[in-house]
């Protein structure tokens, strides 16, 4: 069992910043390859980043290409999310989620095994 918890969601102005965290516990960090998604209301919960445990690997939805960064510390068991230049269209619930091949990078909601509650992001205009 992989209890995963997301901290750093708020209230940002168009074009600021914020920074996701997910706290991994219940199984070593790596040894998951980690993804964060997003839902905004009405809408399908969608990719927005994956990380893997090969250094460097990461994958990223077209639409936070080179706004949003992911990254892992597994030292202390967490996964970040940089987000910058933030729109409106951002508003969402951001969730992580855990891949238990820790090699893997897909950008697929049903290949995660694990979610996290998720953290509201509202980017206002």
């Known amino acids: 069992q992989v209890l995963l918890v997301e901290s750093g969601g708020g209230l940002v102005q168009a074009g600021g910043s914020l920074r996701l965290s997910c706290a991994a516990s219940?199984?070593?960090?790596?040894?998951?390859?980690m993804g964060w998604f997003r839902q905004a209301p009405g809408k399908e919960r969608e990719f927005v980043a994956a990380?893997?445990?090969?250094?460097?690997?990461?994958l990223y939805a077209d639409s936070v290409k080179g706004r949003f960064t992911i990254s892992r510390d597994n030292a202390k068991n967490t996964m970040y999310l940089q987000m910058n230049s933030l729109k409106p269209e951002d508003t969402a619930v951001y969730y992580c989620?855990?891949?238990?091949?820790?090699?893997?990078?897909?950008?697929?909601?049903?290949?995660?095994?694990?979610w996290g509650q998720g953290t509201q992001v509202t980017v206002s205009s």
């Open positions: 989620a855990a891949h238990l091949n820790p090699l893997t990078l897909t950008p697929l909601r049903s290949d995660y095994a694990y």
């Open positions: 990380i893997s445990q090969r250094p460097g690997d990461s």
């Open positions: 219940g199984r070593t960090f790596w040894t998951l390859s």
